[in-house]
């Protein structure tokens, strides 16, 4: 790898994937009882289909679609519905959830196989991964049958999986790209298929060397499907980064990256429309990364859906003394917990517990002294000094009018800062504040 | 399992990790970037110098400090920044001053421009310059009286001369030529720092030795040094000289307070633009106000009051000159079409 793809700026924090990146997947056992809520995705909530009482089966569908931009959610586990109700999620808000007793049968609804999946239409492709629920699974959650369905007017032309996996301390998308190579690749080409999209791309920071050789030998004999080995730079996996770092075209500013023909899937989609399309398998599971000096033992685990961070946690050996911090995620953008009763959803790709040693307290910072660094590596090319500023001042406006809405969020200011200003709440409040 | 209850969880906004880089390392940092020049201020102008320097320290860091308290602040004296503001302010002044000079102006520096704007991060112009220019403007006398870089010999009463850019502007090129004899003298002189000046301005091989840790420490950048010194040294060139394109541009680049302030004092983070392309027009402009000082102006050198006049001008660079927004390109190519 002499040459590798990256995008303008961006930082270089601790990545701290050893604790975890040699850990195989393991199953995680299925937990006494699953907390499922309808809302896991970008769109509106589902609907529940079930009552209390009702007996499902693994892969049944529990909450249907209410609209286009929707998805719906299924059982990830065979019991009996003992409660609907609202229930803290790991984003900090309640939602509405059902929770499903484990009967320990682990029952099956009947997957519809299809051995000649390549042979199927865009249409029937797409209707499969919207029933199968598939969002995406590298932390935004949008639903991916949407994401496949542009507007006409916008041509497709470049698929690009994410394997970039550039938050510190996750090896999920790694694992899955070491073990499930394979499969991945024919995620992708369904992916492609579904679009009508003849270029394939997997984009993989070489920091994950076996990743880039498992998928490398994935795809010979694949002349369309190209790997690129990604500088190990973060955000290297925000979507507009990864799309510049492949193709070189930059998504205009409040664009979408269909603007410039290209669609990016994380890997773990990638392989959940395989498994949807190929087997009929509905998005019951995720792989997960516990990791953090504050777990016992850091572990990939193939987890289903719905059950509680706790419930994983304690299959790791749970937390060592002064673990102070667990966080739904990565540590770059993951969300703190306030409690461990919180269930993994589509969109969890790791719990990280951070014991005092990794703890960095963020209680007390002191004014900007516009020393820049932020603006250096800000990947948007924004001034986050600026935007804080006006953000703590109360001139919203003003921030809106330096494109505040540019900002994703990615914490690269935040983490450069000497000052430890809370950059990402400066540009949540305002945005919080002001329309788009 | 040992789940912690509830409230031993703590909860805050991401980022979770954070860089290393702080308020206080870059400060002190910077403190230690200035040592090699302070000791030259003292291998020359003798222990005179580490008095009035050490006095400016004392005196903003105390200013500071009770300033602070006397308004139920939090003193922020441990972040270096006051105990920088003193050190500037000592190498920015004369070597022979009584005593009332650097508490005076470090009043001006610290209470003035600094806290009573807000303090670090809020004050416009540069503390220690404005205490400088304070003192120049109150005691014209007493900040323009300079001794001859020997008093490491002869103590305290060492003779009194003028500065290079006092004699190039008073008397002339030959002049200044005849103090030093030819021209690889002169400038090895103000390389080394052998001549009449302000304590920590005289040795150029002292601050580039700081500059350079700077640099590589990544707490300055080129956008501001090198702009204000090619500015510096294309005018003096161009205007420097008899005719057109006759000037030496390396007296001027070597002379004064240049080297200082190019790389100490413009670069203050508070006072200067932040977006790197707007930090090049506050260098041009630095240099071409410097310039225009020395070569035409009532004042044989023109540093400090060329980077006060562009601080005045680094808030609204900021607010006119952005970063260059990812995707905007192609929305300005929209735009037209």
């Known amino acids: 790898m002499s040459k590798t793809a990256t995008f303008e700026r961006g930082i270089h924090p601790k990545y701290n994937k050893e604790l975890a990146s040699g850990k195989s997947i393991t199953r995680a056992e299925l937990p006494k009882r699953i907390v499922v809520p309808v809302s896991q995705h970008i769109g509106a909530p589902a609907q529940p289909e079930v009552n209390i009482g009702d007996e499902v089966k693994r892969g049944q569908i529990i909450g249907g679609t209410s609209g286009f931009v929707s998805s719906p959610v299924h059982a990830s586990l065979s019991g009996k519905v003992i409660a609907i109700s609202d229930f803290p999620t790991s984003v900090g808000k309640m939602v509405q959830s059902i929770v499903i007793e484990n009967d320990g049968k682990d029952e099956a609804v009947s ?314 709440q400066f540009m949540r409040l305002a945005k919080s504040q002001v329309k788009p | 399992m040992a789940e912690p209850k509830a409230h031993e969880l703590v909860v805050s906004v991401s980022p979770h990790v954070r860089g290393k880089e702080t308020v206080e390392r870059i400060m002190w940092t910077v403190n230690l970037a200035l040592l090699p020049a302070f000791i030259m201020s003292v291998y020359y102008f003798g222990p005179l110098a580490a008095y009035v320097t050490g006095l400016c320290i004392l005196t903003s860091v105390l200013f500071e400090h009770f300033y602070q308290i006397a308004l139920k602040k939090k003193s922020t004296i441990g972040d270096g920044s006051a105990f920088l503001t003193g050190l500037l302010l000592g190498l920015n002044l004369p070597p022979t001053v009584p005593f009332y000079i650097p508490v005076v102006g470090s009043l001006i520096a610290i209470v003035i421009t600094k806290l009573l704007f807000g303090g670090l991060g809020y004050n416009v112009f540069n503390p220690a310059l404005i205490g400088r220019a304070f003192l120049l403007i109150s005691f014209p006398k007493l900040m323009t009286i300079w001794s001859e870089p020997t008093a490491r010999f002869i103590g305290l009463d060492a003779k009194t001369t003028a500065t290079p850019l006092g004699i190039l502007k008073e008397e002339g090129l030959p002049q200044l030529l005849e103090v030093f004899g030819d021209k690889s003298d002169l400038y090895m002189s103000l390389l080394m720092g052998s001549r009449a000046g302000s304590l920590g301005e005289t040795s150029v091989i002292a601050l580039l030795i700081g500059a350079a840790l700077l640099f590589y420490r990544g707490y300055i950048t080129w956008h501001i040094p090198f702009s204000f010194l090619a500015t510096v040294g294309v005018m003096a060139w161009a205007f420097g000289g008899e005719g057109l394109f006759a000037g030496d541009p390396l007296i001027h680049l070597l002379s004064g307070g240049l080297i200082l302030g190019a790389f100490f004092m413009a670069t203050d983070y508070v006072t200067c633009p932040s977006v790197r392309k707007g930090q090049v027009i506050f260098g041009i402009g630095c240099g071409a106000i410097t310039m225009l000082i020395r070569l035409k102006g009532g004042f044989p050198e023109g540093v400090m009051f060329a980077i006060l006049l562009m601080n005045c001008f680094a808030p609204i660079i900021d607010r006119s000159i952005k970063p260059d927004l990812f995707g905007a390109v192609r929305v300005k190519k929209e735009e037209k079409s």
């Open chain 1, 111 to 424: 997957y519809k196989e299809n051995p000649d999946y390549m042979k199927l239409s865009a249409d029937d492709i797409k209707s499969m991964i919207k029933d199968a629920g598939i969002v995406g699974m590298g932390g935004a959650a949008f639903p991916t049958n949407v994401k496949l369905s542009p507007p006409k007017e916008k041509s497709i032309d470049t698929v690009i999986i994410n394997g970039a996996e550039c938050e510190p301390y996750l090896t999920a998308d790694h694992r899955l790209m070491v073990e499930r190579s394979g499969d991945i690749v024919e995620g992708l080409k369904l992916i492609m298929r579904s679009l009508g999209v003849s270029e394939g791309h997997i984009g993989i920071e070489v920091n994950k060397p076996d990743a880039l050789e498992a998928m490398s030998s994935a795809v010979t004999g694949e002349p369309n499907i190209k790997i690129w080995p990604l500088e190990v730079k973060y955000p290297q996996g925000a979507e507009k980064m990864l799309i510049k770092a492949v193709t070189g075209r930059e998504v205009p500013s409040k664009g979408l990256p269909m603007d410039v023909g290209a669609v990016v899937q994380n890997v773990g989609t990638a392989l959940a429309v395989y498994e949807a399309v190929r087997y009929g398998k509905p998005l019951i599971e995720r792989v997960v990364t516990i990791t953090g000096n504050g777990i016992k033992e850091p572990a990939n685990m193939m987890v289903r859906i719905g059950t509680l961070m706790a419930d994983v946690i304690e299959q790791c050996g749970g937390l060592v003394e002064g673990a102070v911090k667990v966080i739904s995620g990565g540590p770059m953008m993951g969300f703190a917990q306030w409690t461990l009763d919180v269930p993994v959803v589509k969109g969890t790709s790791g719990i990280l517990v951070l014991a005092e040693d990794e703890f960095v307290s963020t209680d007390d910072y002191s004014a900007c002294i516009r020393c820049g660094s932020c603006i250096d590596v800000c990947p948007m090319g924004l001034n986050p000094s600026i935007l804080s500023i006006y953000s703590e001042k109360g001139f919203f406006e003003d921030a809106k009018d330096n494109n505040l809405f540019d900002c994703f969020e990615c914490g690269s200011c935040a983490y450069v800062c000497p000052a430890k200003r809370p950059m990402v």
